[in-house]
């Protein structure tokens, strides 16, 4: 079966960079959401979309945007980046009803220097 | 504050133990809960989920887990633990009509050959 894609898988960056990571969902699904897990935590909900639309927003920085595409993969734009960016960043995709499951991709490794 | 807690930080059993790992939750109303493995090295992956009908849920590879809304509690357990076992394991919730994720700060669990 289809999974969640995420690229890149691994990104190192300088600080005040700027840093891009995709998230293609599963088929049909229609809904997604980006997680930021710093080393040795839970993973912290950032921002999720549903038809294109923003539909919920969590503890993102204002440095940070976020859009989902007709497609409907998303992307995720980081600007000025910070030491402290450095993290795992997981998207997950589900189909919009509030019993659907979040299916998780691999997550994109960033590490800001 | 955090509002899904996970008692156990760090656990280490031996192969064939018993295991239970304690999750609460702080909200009122309707959620849904859900368990969150991640091996080594990988990304989320769903033990099991509760959202209404019979509070003993069975998962995949051997999982169960209880809801008691009285304790605001979904404990998750397994009769007998393989070495495969040995991961993170996080307890998440969603809450009223937001699909957003709240999770715990995650158990690690280490099984001994």
Redo the contacts between chains.
């Keep these: 079966a289809a999974g969640v894609i995420q690229s890149p898988r691994h990104l190192i960056k300088e600080k005040r960079e700027t840093a891009t990571l995709k998230c293609y969902p599963i088929p049909r699904h229609d ?1 997604v ?1 980006w ?1 930021q897990q710093g080393p040795g ?5 950032l921002i ?1 979309f549903y038809e294109k639309m923003q ?2 927003k ?1 503890s993102i920085p204002d440095r940070f945007s976020a859009q989902q595409f007709s497609d409907y993969h998303s992307e995720l734009n980081m600007s000025s980046l910070e030491l402290g960016d450095s993290a795992l960043y ?1 998207c ?1 995709s ?1 189909r919009r009803t ?10 994109t490794r960033l590490l800001v220097l | 504050a955090q509002s899904v807690s996970q008692h156990n930080h760090h656990v280490i059993l031996s192969e064939a133990a018993s295991l239970e790992l304690g999750c609460n939750y702080s909200y009122g109303g309707t959620v ?1 809960l ?1 368990w ?1 493995v991640q091996y080594p090295g ?5 033990l099991l ?1 509760y ?1 209404s009908g019979d509070p003993l849920v069975k998962g995949i590879k051997g999982f169960e887990a209880e809801f008691i809304k009285s304790k605001f509690s979904f404990n998750l357990r397994k009769p007998s633990v393989q070495w495969s076992d040995t991961a993170e394991y ?1 307890c998440a919730v ?1 809450r009223g ?10 158990t690690t669990l280490q099984v001994k050959p």
């Design positions: 809904t959401y997680y935590q839970d993973p912290q909900f999720s539909s919920d969590g997981f997950a589900s509030l019993q659907e499951t979040q299916y998780f991709g691999p997550g | 849904n859900f969150y990988q990304h989320l992956q769903l989920k959202f996080f969603t009509n937001t699909g957003k994720l709240i999770f715990g700060q995650g």
